[in-house]
């Protein structure tokens, strides 16, 4: 009963953003991080000029903040990340590639459909 309290209390006291969607540039050492504790994490690919990435990141915006989707989504440079792109097989901007520690959980490509998004941030929790 005490380490039920203790949770509760804990769960409480923590800040709401603690569990909510966070949005970082990729780099290497964040991927790195996030996979190395397990941790799921989203990449997406975007590019400034690509109006589906732009709906995209219109739609992962409004998680942003919300505990119940909860991890860091890396925004990864569609131009300048050519060796992360070969590396992972991305061969269009608007992909969106999530993981559970090192494992591939979802992967969509071009897709602005929310529920579709939600589900694949989703897979790996």
Same mark, same amino acid.
């Given at each position: 009963? &005490?380490?039920?309290?203790?949770?509760?209390?804990?769960?409480? %006291?923590?800040? $709401?953003? &603690?569990?909510?969607?966070?949005?970082?540039?990729? &780099?290497?050492?964040?991927?790195?991080?996030? #996979? #190395?504790?397990?941790? $799921?994490?989203?990449?997406?690919?975007?590019?400034? +000029?690509? $109006? &589906?990435?732009?709906? #995209?990141?219109?739609?992962?915006? !409004? +998680?942003?903040?919300?505990?119940? =989707?909860?991890? %860091?989504?890396? =925004?990864?440079?569609?131009?300048?990340?050519?060796?992360?792109?070969? !590396?992972?097989? =991305? *061969? %269009? #901007?608007? %992909?969106?590639?999530?993981? !559970?520690?090192?494992?591939?959980?979802? *992967?969509?490509?071009?897709?602005?459909?929310?529920?579709?998004?939600?589900?694949?941030?989703?897979?790996?929790?």
């Amino acid at each position: 009963m &005490t380490a039920r309290i203790f949770a509760i209390a804990l769960l409480l %006291t923590a800040s $709401p953003a &603690t569990f909510a969607l966070d949005f970082k540039p990729y &780099t290497a050492e964040a991927l790195n991080a996030e #996979q #190395q504790a397990g941790k $799921p994490v989203p990449l997406h690919f975007y590019a400034n +000029w690509c $109006p &589906t990435c732009r709906a #995209q990141e219109k739609i992962l915006q !409004q +998680w942003k903040g919300d505990a119940s =989707v909860p991890g %860091t989504l890396l =925004v990864v440079n569609y131009d300048h990340e050519k060796e992360l792109k070969k !590396q992972l097989g =991305v *061969r %269009t #901007q608007s %992909t969106l590639i999530i993981y !559970q520690g090192t494992a591939e959980k979802a *992967r969509l490509a071009g897709e602005t459909d929310a529920y579709k998004l939600r589900a694949a941030l989703l897979s790996a929790h």
